[in-house]
């Protein structure tokens, strides 16, 4: 079945930037999403068609593709930034990334 | 507000059933794929299943393929999981999601999800 890698963790002093990656074989032909998972709260969306942000959601997040890897970007990182992160994309079914915890210094 | 609530979550024993709802409001549903997505205790999201807008294509991952089944009634906004022959790995928060449409994509918005928990 289809898997998508990402780091078990990430740590970042505030104000800096914080890179996860997700990688998957099938990132160069399937769009990929990032969602944000805080503690007891359902996921959020952040990002969607690898690089759109939805409305609502910060500037400071972003999201790049190159070949087989995509990246959440979070500039100027806040105490509040401090969560899970996963991605998300297809092969011929949904399947998400093992989770990326983010833990600011 | 576009909302989405489940329920229907609660304890079952190892073989047992159960039936989630998801109720949707604040947006057209019956033009929305959907989606279940659980998460296992400390554990990441698993997709579960989607359906169509006019159910006629549904899919599951499959570990839940043959004891799982999906549904939905647009009529009255919502959508159905019903779990069969529910084993100790089932055990998670079940969300459901709606799907987004060609040009946006991504799951938004999400439930607050439905504890399962399978165990004697």
């Known amino acids: 079945s289809y898997e998508l890698t990402q780091p078990p963790s990430v740590s970042v002093s505030p104000g800096q930037t914080a890179r996860i990656t997700c990688s998957g074989d099938?990132?160069?032909?399937?769009?990929s999403y990032w969602y944000q998972q805080k503690p007891g709260q359902a996921p959020v969306l952040l990002i969607y068609?690898?690089?759109e942000r939805p409305s609502g959601i910060p500037e400071r997040f972003s999201g790049s593709s190159s070949g087989t890897t995509v990246t959440l970007t979070i500039s100027g990182v806040q105490a509040e930034d401090e969560a899970d992160y996963y991605c998300q994309s297809s092969d011929t079914l949904w399947v998400f990334g093992g989770g990326t915890k983010l833990t600011v210094l | 507000e576009v909302q989405l609530v489940e329920s229907g979550g609660g304890l079952v024993q190892p073989g047992g059933s159960l039936r989630l709802s998801c109720a949707a409001s604040?947006?057209?549903?019956?033009?929305?794929?959907m989606s279940w997505v659980r998460q296992a205790p400390g554990k990441g999201l698993e997709w579960v299943a989607n359906i169509k807008e006019d159910s006629s294509e549904i899919y599951y991952v499959d570990s839940v393929k043959g004891r799982f089944t999906i549904s939905r009634d647009n009529a009255k906004n919502s959508l159905f999981l019903q779990m069969n022959s529910l084993r100790a790995e089932d055990t998670a928060v079940y969300y459901c999601?709606?799907?987004?449409?060609?040009?946006?994509?991504?799951?938004?918005?999400w439930g607050q999800g439905t504890l399962v928990t399978v165990s004697s």
């Open positions: 999601a709606r799907e987004g449409t060609v040009s946006t994509g991504g799951f938004d918005p």
């Open positions: 068609k690898d690089t």
């Open positions: 099938a990132m160069p032909t399937h769009f």
């Open positions: 604040g947006f057209t549903f019956s033009t929305y794929w």
